[in-house]
């Protein structure tokens, strides 16, 4: 899932390289996807939640989409629960995706509020003050 034509072209022909078979490349919207309830197995997802000014619908539609025992795996950036909200606009300057990272405890929290269980955040890597590039999974019971 895209929102841009271009980024599902080149996914297509990554597949079409790889001789994926099994993959299925849509255009829309994270925070409303274009898929039935329950129709997902696995949600992969490479940093792109920080850009949502919506996160809340974001996890919500990843819980609606999913099947019962589905799973979500998220590569995104997250800050310190405790990194002062100056410094997050400081280095937003500078990298532009940090605005809209979560805090450790929010990511855990809004996958709760959408049902998520065995929520799991792991730092992969700090780059540069309290601004961590993140794993995050997490599983529809």
């Known amino acids: 899932l895209d929102m841009t034509p271009e980024m599902n072209d080149l996914a297509r022909r990554n597949a079409s390289e790889a001789n994926a078979t099994n993959v299925e490349f849509l255009q829309g919207d994270i925070e409303v996807i274009?898929?039935?309830?329950?129709?997902?197995?696995v949600i992969i997802s490479n940093c792109v939640i920080n850009l949502?000014?919506?996160?809340?619908?974001?996890?919500?539609e990843m819980h609606r989409v999913l099947r019962n025992g589905g799973r979500i795996g998220i590569s995104d950036v997250v800050v310190d629960n405790d990194l002062?909200?100056?410094?997050?606009?400081e280095q937003a300057a500078r990298i532009g995706c940090i605005a809209g990272a979560l805090t450790f405890d929010a990511?855990?929290?809004?996958?709760?509020?959408?049902?998520?269980?065995?929520?799991?955040?792991?730092?992969?890597?700090?780059?540069?003050?309290?601004?961590?590039s993140a794993i995050i999974r997490a599983t529809k019971e």
């Open 107 to 132: 990511y855990q929290q809004q996958l709760t509020n959408a049902g998520f269980t065995e929520i799991t955040l792991s730092s992969t890597h700090e780059f540069g003050e309290g601004l961590h």
């Open 84 to 89: 002062d909200p100056a410094l997050i606009v």
């Open 52 to 60: 949502s000014t919506d996160k809340p619908a974001v996890f919500a």
């Open 34 to 41: 274009p898929l039935p309830d329950a129709s997902v197995d």
